[in-house]
């Protein structure tokens, strides 16, 4: 139970979400759960001897982030009632879910962080 608190506090620091996640409530909330993805690689031209610009991006990496992204899509589709929304531009998901449910993704090796989803209050 100690490794699983250890990681449950790497994946996420936020405190209220840390409680809810404790606590054994039906209370769904809205979240965004960050995937581990590979890094972005830019091509890159140099110019007359100047600094580099980027040209485009790197196709197959590109490819491999958008795999795995797909990848925890389906699988955090499968453990929840609502189906999750793909921010791909942001290597993210958002997902409406119980403590009960995130518990049983929290551990899932393309994890890399669950967060409170937000919202923008105009004032």
């Known amino acids: 139970m100690a490794h699983q608190s250890s990681k449950l506090r790497q ?4 405190a209220d979400t840390l409680a809810w996640l404790s606590a054994d409530s039906n209370e769904a909330r809205e ?14 031209q140099e110019r007359d001897g100047r600094r580099s610009v980027p040209m485009d991006m790197d196709a ?20 929840l009632d609502t189906p999750p929304v793909l921010l791909k531009a942001a290597g993210a998901i958002a997902v ?7 518990r049983q993704f929290v551990d899932h090796p393309l994890v890399k962080a669950i967060r409170p989803n937000r919202k923008l209050v105009q004032r």
């Open 11 to 14: 994946v996420v620091q936020d």
């Open 60 to 79: 197959g990496a590109s490819a491999e982030r958008a795999a795995v992204l797909a990848e925890l899509h389906t699988f955090l589709a499968e453990k």
């Open 31 to 44: 979240l965004i759960v960050e995937a581990k993805l590979p890094a972005r690689k830019a091509l890159m």
């Open 96 to 102: 409406r879910a119980t403590s009960q449910q995130v």
